[in-house]
Nanobody
């Protein structure tokens, strides 16, 4: 059974930084995709950043240059470093994992799977406010 666990959310002022962690367990192979999604109050869940099983990384346009994915293979953990946070980044952040690719760039636009993934974490809240 695949399990996903996030941590690292919190409250920061605009311009601040947070680092989210996502630990994945249960895959027999080390080849799987991991992605961060977020859902603000009253809005649909949207993809934020993803690393596919082939190593390709995708970011939604609004976070490019501010958010960075890194990975600790030994710990099966994916990190999302979020810098220069803005109030519009406020949301519940969810990590998801799947054996298939989760993201792609189509006609120059990053797209993220909208369907079900193998597993989701419980979410971690990020609040950016002065």
């Amino acid at each position: 059974q695949v399990q996903v666990m996030e941590s690292g959310g919190g409250s920061v002022q605009p311009g601040g930084s947070l680092k989210l962690s996502c630990t994945v367990s249960g895959y027999r192979s080390s080849t799987y995709s991991v992605a961060w999604y977020r859902q603000a109050t009253g809005k649909e869940r949207e993809g934020v950043a993803a690393r596919n099983s082939d190593g390709t990384t995708t970011y939604r346009d609004s976070v490019k240059g501010r958010f960075t994915i890194s990975q600790d293979n030994a710990e099966n953990t994916l990190y999302l470093q979020m810098n220069n946070l803005k109030p519009e980044d406020t949301a519940m952040y969810y990590c998801g994992a799947d054996s298939r690719p989760i993201s792609a760039v189509v006609a120059g636009t990053p797209v993220f799977t909208k369907g079900a993934l193998d597993a989701w974490g419980q979410g971690t809240l990020v609040t950016v406010s002065s």
